[in-house]
């Protein structure tokens, strides 16, 4: 069974730094494009970054460049996303993704496209 679970939200002041967890269980990581959303409350979902290690695709949202970063640990089958500078505005329930089809598994280009997702995790930056 395909799964994924985040952690490591919570509130931190403007400027500080969080890391969110993303652990995957029943799957490779290389084997999917791995994405990061956030939705804040009354907005729609918005995508932070998109990496695919098997089709060498990469998205990052202009607000994510230069601040938020994600990396792998293969041992324990989890991505995080790190974040930096961070800003009231970043305040949202953030959500891990993972994508692969028949085509292969480039990083989508709609939320949509994407076959598994976790149960979010709160993230609240002071100001």
């Known amino acids: 069974e395909v799964q994924l679970v985040e952690s490591g939200g919570g509130l931190v002041q403007a400027g500080g730094s969080l890391r969110l967890s993303c652990a995957a269980s029943?799957?490779?990581?290389?084997?999917?494009?791995i994405g990061w959303f956030r939705q804040a409350p009354g907005k729609e979902r918005e995508g932070i970054l998109c990496i695919s290690r098997r089709d060498g695709t990469t998205y990052y949202a202009d607000f994510a460049k230069g601040r938020f970063t994600m990396a792998y640990d293969y041992d324990k089958n989890t991505v995080y996303l790190q974040m930096n500078s961070l800003k009231p505005d970043d305040t949202a329930v953030y959500y891990c993704?993972?994508?692969?089809?028949?085509?292969?598994?480039?990083?989508?280009?709609?939320?949509?496209?994407?076959?598994?997702w976790g149960q979010g995790t709160q993230v609240t930056v002071s100001s």
């Open positions: 993704a993972a994508h692969s089809d028949v085509y292969g598994s480039k990083c989508p280009a709609s939320p949509s496209e994407y076959n598994y």
């Open positions: 029943g799957f490779s990581l290389d084997d999917y494009a």
